[in-house]
């Protein structure tokens, strides 16, 4: 199993960016997807997480408003739409991969390298 994260970069505060996440090895229709993010020194946090059914998504309460996340499931890919992005929001980027939809990082079962977003002031 191997997901992709990519899409980060750097840009202005209030700039937008979109992150995805690529599947391959894996039935992703059944998998729930989450991103996460580890600002420089600091633990990895939860960021969004949409279910395998589409039926639910939960969001951090730093980003929601601002992120959405989505999936298409005949590309076997996730998405992370970022707007009025925050130099807070700065970190890298990453996705994962569960049954069932969680907010905990414990629960996810496979993980990708991670893209790096950079957000200037």
């Known amino acids: 199993v191997q997901l992709q994260a990519s899409g980060g970069g750097v840009v202005q505060a209030g700039g937008s960016l979109r992150l995805s996440c690529a599947a391959s090895g894996v039935t992703f229709n059944r998998y729930s997807i989450g991103w996460f993010r580890r600002h420089p020194g600091k633990e990895r946090e939860f960021v969004a997480a949409?279910?395998?059914?589409?039926?639910?998504?939960v969001y951090a309460d730093s980003v929601k408003g601002r992120f959405t996340i989505s999936r298409d499931d005949a590309q076997n890919t996730a998405y992370l739409q970022m707007n009025s992005l925050k130099p807070e929001d700065t970190g890298v980027y990453y996705c994962g991969a569960t049954i069932s939809v969680a907010t905990w990082e414990n629960e996810y079962d496979y993980w990708g390298q991670g893209t790096l977003v950079t957000v200037s002031s």
């Open positions: 949409i279910a395998w059914n589409e039926g639910s998504s």
